[in-house]
């Protein structure tokens, strides 16, 4: 049974283009949650989304940042004119549900570089 | 609101050395607990968990108390190797919000032989 699967690993923008994360959860896995990570920090939550719905978005940028979970393929992180603090490590996790014992299991995490 | 506090580091322990990280949480009700482990370059991986008060968590050797009155769950291990050194993050999951995990700031442990 394969992890959650993201991609691209490592992605290189300039300032004021559009990065695209994806992630695939894990198979059975129906809930989807981002989170990033900037140099030397925790991990801070950003969405939360069902299929094609967003469950929460309380830890998400007001501006530029935006997220789906289609009914078919990958969800998608998406940040629009990419500014250099938007550089940091965005992490997936998939869980089966929402009860205390459902874990969520991380992705290896893409690492956006902004120049 | 809910918030997690972890030991800093970074923490340097010689080969067969105790072990503990200490971690204290903030939240109403009863959350959940969790201790994670992250590799160099690598994403996380949960190392052990803990619902209820009184719990113990245990992996690998690790082990971790959910304890209500003192609201710690602190990471113990009797006798670390070199291939413990990662950075070692400790987070709840809110009782009313369980869809959420707060991560406290990340403990970085170094094991020398």
Known sequence: NAGVMQNPRHLVRRRGQEARLRCSPM???????????????GLKFMVYLQKENIIDESGMPKERFSAEF??????ILRIQQVVRGDSAAYF???????RAADTQYFGPGTRLTVL | GDSVTQMEGPVTLSEEAFLTIN?????????????????????????????????????????ATYRKETTSFHL??????????????????????????????????????
């Open chain 2, 23 to 63: 971690c204290t949480y903030t939240a109403t009700g009863y959350p959940s607990l969790f201790w994670y482990v992250q590799y160099p370059g690598e994403g996380l991986q949960l190392l052990l968990k803990a619902t209820k008060a009184d719990d113990k968590g245990s992996n690998k050797g690790f082990e």
């Open chain 2, 76 to 113: 113990e291990k009797g006798s670390v190797q070199v291939s413990d050194s990662a950075v070692y993050f400790c987070a709840l999951s809110p009782y009313s919000s369980a869809s959420k995990i707060i991560f406290g700031s990340g403990t970085r442990l170094s094991i020398r032989p």
């Open chain 1, 92 to 98: 997936c996790a998939s869980s089966p549900g929402t």
């Open chain 1, 70 to 75: 289609p009914k078919e393929g990958p969800s």
């Open chain 1, 27 to 41: 198979k059975g896995h129906s809930h989807v949650y981002w989170y990033r990570q900037l140099p030397e920090e």
